[in-house]
């Protein structure tokens, strides 16, 4: 939010600045955490008394925090010579991505998931009745829209994720 202020005015240099470096801290630590480390005695010893499981061969050191009991303080004293102490905010946004990760990555691939439907269109004046499978109120909605794509189609209130489904099958089958 804080770039969308800066372009429009509302933001002091001052501000955006302070983001800047910011942001260039949690991408230093970021770095620093994607080192892979072996499953050695120093590391085992750590993991058993958080009550964690020790990896096999080794973990990067960011995976190593998604765990709930590991820290970043507690890394910082295993491999202090790697990483460096970090500030409260730093350390807060480091925290937050390691245990947010996994639903991150999962909703950016739903965006590109939904942007792809916008590259599949639909045919003009497909008549929506002759597709079964469709609910009654989806083939309603769709005739009386005639969306462009799949993906407009996806946002019409009354189409399910279920019609949405059946509309790229019928696609995949040269139906429409």
Known sequence: MTEKARRTGLVSDE??????????????ARARLDKRVPADEKLRAYLESVGETVPHDGARLFELLKRPGVTYTGLLGLYGDELDPLDRETLEQIDVMARYDGYIE?????????????????PADFDYNTLSGLRLEARQKLNGVKPVNVGQAS??????????????????????
């Open 15 to 28: 501000r955006y600045d302070k983001l800047l470096r910011k942001r260039e801290k949690v991408q230093a």
């Open 106 to 122: 999962k909703e950016r691939r739903e965006v590109e998931r939904m942007r792809s439907l916008e590259d599949l269109p639909l």
């Open 155 to 176: 946002r019409i209130s009354g189409v399910s994720p279920a019609d949405v489904s059946v509309l790229l099958v019928a696609q995949k089958r040269g139906m429409l």
